[in-house]
């Protein structure tokens, strides 16, 4: 037995800003005609008087271990251990949400009949509001998170050459500040989107938070000037008084060899992730509903009374992958001068969202996390290969080379092929009628032999050259040769979804003028000293 225990302590002052007030943003309307001469839309930071726009936290964070490497016999090797995480994030635990926020939610509705509070409104669909609202008392964060963790290796000879492995466990991770803290810094400095009234986008001047254009709007303090005083249009921002922790369940099984002078693997992965925090409309329409006429309840003042769009934070985000690494690796030896590895990873990874950028946390296309459909996940090809090769060349260089080729990634997004609208979310399309998809667009590159199908592809080469000049004293040299063929790899898309509720056959391709990932072909040569 090996074992190990530990126990792990950290202060951490966390400090955040979701936006300033420097600048706005005008959105100009679109059509046949061309672009409207005047915008239809804004949205411009507007602070709160005695209230900070930056939130600040001292995080503490606890975290214990136990681990045991029992070496069972000269076969079996057991990895066991558990974990336990737990952190605090005062400004999250004490947050108090304010009085008139508090007092708007629970006014009259001015959408519903009389009697019918803005909080029944969100109850009939679904929101319990009381769930949201901060008292500095009436939160907590987790204190469950074990994590346990299982792994093993079976020597079927004893001798290396043939194992094998696997393990299962479970890791938690954090809700980051940079999401939680949001609901203090809208507050304190809030983005109100005002309308204008426009041909082509028409509003009731005077109605809600539609105005008539003036020029002088485009003067950050005049646009200021119209909800001074005021909450018209101001988001409210409001996280889960019941936050979880995110958390993965990891599975693996596999087994490596020796073969001669090759080391191989092959590996079966399938992670699944859970928890993850999400922000969604919180906005109802007077009967509880979130869809009418095929547009969410923010078609129209749906928002809280007096101010804009609720927006609550929930868990929920999933995401699941399901992978097998197969690998050979032959060591480079100065006996051998030569070595070389080839990679290679078949991937299948959905997640809950419809959003390109994995990173956004924000989830408006259907009426809860929990309606949205499971698509392929982001910038995770299906296929991809990794081989490397070094060898010594003339003149005391060690040359390399390194060639990488994926399939293509999807294109993650809600697809429009003018399906009806039913106001209901049903499977993959949301009340709009509009689809959640995660679609491959054919490749645009071979490789040697067959078809295009490829989305990445890349050859680097290298040389090197070490020098020993005096008593320990070095130089060296290297020749870099980047995308040596001058692939290019998109990472734009070209979409045509289809018309008349029927989903085009090839809906999306590469932008073949858009963005490249990588580099253009590219020398490079760097010399440096060691020492």
């Known amino acids: 037995h090996e074992l190990k225990l530990g126990v792990s302590y950290k202060s951490v002052k966390l400090i955040a800003q979701d936006a300033g007030d420097s600048n706005a943003l005008f959105n100009y309307l679109v059509t046949k005609a061309g672009t409207e001469s005047i915008p239809y839309q804004v949205q411009f930071g507007s602070p709160t008087p005695g209230m900070s726009p930056v ?11 136990l681990q045991d490497n029992w070496t069972v016999n000269d076969h079996l090797t057991l990895n066991l251990g558990v974990r336990w995480d737990y952190e605090r994030t005062p ?19 001015p959408n519903a009949p009389a009697g019918q509070t803005y909080a029944e409104t969100l109850a009939k669909g679904g929101v319990d509001i009381a769930d949201y609202i901060g008292n500095g008392h009436n939160r907590s964060q987790p204190k469950n998170e074990w994590q346990p963790r299982l792994g093993f290796s079976w020597d079927i000879n004893g001798d290396q050459k043939h ?20 609901e203090q810094t809208k507050q304190a400095l809030s983005q109100p989107t005002l309308l204008f009234d426009t041909p082509d986008s028409p509003c009731t001047v005077g109605t809600g938070t539609c105005f008539a254009w003036n020029p002088a709007y485009y003067s950050i303090p005049t646009l200021q000037s119209l909800v001074a005083g005021s909450n018209v249009g101001k988001e409210v921002d409001m996280v889960t008084n019941n936050l979880k922790a995110p958390y993965s369940d990891q599975f693996s099984i596999g087994m490596r060899n020796m073969v001669g002078e090759w080391n191989t693997s092959v590996t079966l992965v399938d992670i699944r992730s859970y928890n993850g925090l999400v922000f969604q409309l919180g906005n109802r329409y007077p009967d509880g509903s979130f869809w009418r006429n095929g547009c969410q309840a923010w078609c129209g003042p749906t928002g809280v009374p007096g101010f804009g769009n609720l927006i609550i934070g929930n868990n929920g985000l999933e995401t699941h992958l399901d992978q097998l690494l197969v690998s050979l690796d032959k060591p480079y030896t100065r006996e051998s001068h030569w070595g070389a590895s080839i990679a290679y990873t078949y991937s299948h ?23 949205y459909p499971f698509v392929a996940a982001p910038q995770v090809p299906r296929h991809r290969l990794v ?14 080379a390194k060639l990488t080729l994926a399939t293509p990634n999807p294109d993650v997004n809600l697809a429009n092929y003018g399906a009806l609208a039913t106001n209901v979310d049903h499977g993959a399309i949301n009340g709009a009628g509009l689809q959640a998809v995660g679609i491959f667009p054919p490749g645009n590159g071979r490789f040697l032999i067959g078809g295009k199908i490829f989305g990445y592809r890349d050859l680097d080469l290298q040389a090197t050259k070490n ?6 004293l070095g130089a060296y040299v290297r020749i870099d040769l980047i995308n040596a063929f001058n692939w290019n790899n998109y990472v734009d898309y070209l979409e045509t979804w289809g018309s008349n509720g029927q989903m085009n056959r090839i809906p999306v391709i590469y932008n073949p003028t858009g963005d490249i990932s990588g580099y253009p072909r590219t020398l490079k040569v760097s010399m440096g000293l060691k020492f």
Request: aromatic share 18%.
């Open 55 to 65: 939130a600040t936290s001292t995080d503490k964070q606890y975290g214990a271990y």
């Open 91 to 109: 400004s999250y635990l004490n947050w108090v949400t304010p009085a008139n926020v508090v007092a708007a939610l629970y006014s009259q509705d």
């Open 163 to 182: 194992v094998i492995f696997g393990g299962a466990g479970r890791a938690y991770d954090r809700d980051l500040y940079e999401t939680l803290q949001v």
């Open 349 to 371: 990874a959905t997640k809950n969202n419809d959003n390109n950028d994995p990173t956004d946390q924000y989830a408006f296309d259907f009426e809860t996390i929990g309606h």
């Open 387 to 400: 081989a490397t090769a070094t060898f010594d060349g003339p003149w005391g260089f060690v040359m390399g």
């Open 467 to 472: 020098f020993w000049i005096h008593d320990g």
